[in-house]
């Protein structure tokens, strides 16, 4: 390939040959991303048949339950590559915006749009992992939904670590299945577990016990990471006057803008888990209905030639269109929604109208 290039630029001016490399690259690009939604594709599937596994007898399930135990690895591999790749291309458009000055002008607006376009696909991709782990997470946590609640006020950490950080997570996750006999619940393949980055989940008590944050510090060279695991007990525990400290102890030696920011995340932990003054106490009961029979139906029904119209209730309608059968890289960049909201027929708007 570099002697071709090489021979190529005899015969090419500069401005052509930079923009035939590049475009190169973004085939080079493009191949690498249909990889990686292939494999994530597959990872999607197991981890959704995972999840419909848990509407059965888990407990008599025994593949069920291996499923579930590396559900989390599966996954957090699978968004790991998403933004490792995403970060590449990112590099890339930083490296073009540097040339910017010596290289043509349409041809940079295109090959611009071209690499967000990509980006764009990356992060629906990354969403759709992590609604995955949503489903998963809630599981564990619907007996706290008070805490769950409190999780979801803090902003939305969006895309997926994929630096130092990422890989002493990844690491954890693939190694602490469980700590001290609590099952380890990884918040990055989320969106909704926001404060911390761990929690552990006494399966006795069908609660969680412990909100954790990771920091990692590579060591050296050869792949060598120092984990550092700060652990919050959920629960208040009484301790006579004399043991009880409010300063938080950190760790010698670590870097001090680490350990500022550790100490930051520490504390607003602690403040989420502090009990509030006349707090509405959230049932964990869940009452209300979920139409899944009549979304079965729908499904059943719908087709990509003519798109089904179903009234679960006075006051909710449904419209189903299947798309054909194709892979992820497709169903990312290559449909658009106009395609099927074109198929939608107007007597939608009769249907529309029963419900007012």
Partial sequence: MILFLHTLGNF?????????????????TAKSIKKVFAESEEIFEFCWKTLAGLKGKSDTN??????????????????????????????????????????????????????????????????????????????????NLDLLEKQHFHKRITGFVAGTGGIGELEFVRKQKHL?????????????????????YDLRAHEIVEIAE???????????????????GVKTQKKPAGEVSSKIKLKNGMDPATAEKLKRQVEAIIDILKPKKNETKLSTNLNGTFYFSELAELYKVSGAIEPKILQFSEGVLMVGVRFRKASLMTKVFNRKLRRLTSLIPERVVDSLKKLI
């Fill in 62 to 143: 025994k593949e069920l339950v291996t499923d579930l135990i590396i559900f989390q690895e599966k996954l957090a591999e699978c968004l790991f590559s998403l933004q490792k790749l995403r970060n590449e291309i990112s590099t890339k458009k930083r490296d073009l915006i540097k040339r910017k000055a010596d290289l043509n002008k349409d041809w940079f607006a295109k090959t611009m749009k071209r690499y967000s376009y990509f980006t764009k696909g990356i992060d629906h991709v990354i969403n759709m992992g992590k609604a995955l782990g949503d489903a998963f997470a809630f599981f564990f946590y619907r007996g």
């Fill in 180 to 200: 001290n006999g609590y099952l380890t619940i990884y918040h990055g393949i989320t969106n909704i577990l926001r404060y911390g980055d761990f929690s552990f």
């Fill in 12 to 28: 090419i001016n500069k401005d052509n040959r930079d923009c035939f490399i590049s475009f190169i690259i973004l085939l080079i």
């Fill in 214 to 232: 990771l920091k990692t510090k590579k060591m050296d060279d050869q792949g060598n990471y120092e984990l550092n695991l700060t652990i919050i």
